[in-house]
């Protein structure tokens, strides 16, 4: 379920970054492209504007929707008991090698 979350992270990071760098600081961008005043095309300067800036905002969101979301995707032991009792088990199996004995002072 992680993993699912993580590619649609990585997916509308690389589209909202797509259409960020399409869009022009100015407000040109793409939109300049189409020849700036004619009314009559079906995707004008107008509409190609609003989109992008749209997009963008349907993206950022989602981004944010799902890295929250994905927090709870994220696989947790809930219990405290099980890693107590693993820690226990491990001291318990853990070989404690003979050390010699100290000299004594005569």
């Known amino acids: ?18 259409v960020v760098l399409v869009q022009n600081p100015k407000g040109g961008g793409l939109s300049s492209s189409f020849g700036g005043g004619a009314g009559n095309q079906i995707m004008g300067a107008k509409k190609t504007t609003d989109f992008l800036e749209k997009a963008t905002w349907f993206l950022a969101t989602a981004l944010i929707v799902l890295s929250l979301a994905s927090n709870f995707a994220i696989p ?16 318990d199996d853990a070989v404690i090698p003979n050390l010699p004995a100290a000299p004594t002072a005569e």
């Open 76 to 91: 947790r032991n809930t219990t405290v008991e099980s890693t107590e009792i693993k820690a226990q088990d491990m001291i």
């Open 1 to 18: 379920m992680y993993t699912i979350f993580a590619i649609l992270i990585i997916i509308t990071s690389i589209l909202l970054v797509l």
